[in-house]
């Protein structure tokens, strides 16, 4: 009965598309509904396509770029900016307190500040400016002399 069925519509199909006055426009628009077809799922997939390669990239050169190339060292000037704008961020750091001196490489910090874990927040944040070679803390709290700085 399958086989019957299947033989039917084949016979229906060529009669049809090969019938002698329309059997050509029929074909023609069968063919074109079909490539249509392909197109509006090739162009959806494309965007996708290009989205998710995009999108791929994009994780590539995150795992390449992982780690902060190394960079050559800053000359001293151009180092106590950059501590001075790391340790400057937080609104409750006494700015006009505060001097930054860099002497080779060698950060130094003066001034005066209210609480010991300020000093500490302070000198651990400008270790970690890429650059600083060493730190030396003169920061003191109100009421305290001032450290003297040790030159070598």
């Not at 999108?55 to 780690?67: D, E, S």
């Not at 030396?136 to 002399?145: K, Q, R, V």
């Amino acid at each position: 009965m399958r086989r019957l069925f299947t033989v039917a519509a084949l016979m229906g199909a060529a009669t049809y598309f090969f019938d002698p006055q329309n059997g050509a426009r029929r074909r023609n628009m069968a063919r074109d509904r079909l490539l249509g077809t392909f197109r509006g799922a090739g162009r959806k997939g494309g965007r996708l396509g290009r989205a998710a390669t995009a999108q791929a990239y994009g994780l590539t050169q995150k795992v390449q770029h992982i780690r902060e190339e190394e960079k050559p060292q800053p000359d001293d000037v151009t180092l106590a900016r950059k501590v001075e704008t790391e340790i400057f961020r937080d609104a409750e750091v006494p700015k006009g307190q505060i001097n930054v001196n860099v002497e080779n490489g060698k950060v130094v910090l003066r001034g005066e500040v209210g609480t010991p874990e300020m000093i500490r927040d302070l000198e651990e944040q400008a270790r970690k400016v890429q650059g600083v070679q060493e730190v030396e803390n003169l920061l003191h709290l109100p009421g305290t002399p001032a450290q003297m700085h040790q030159r070598n």
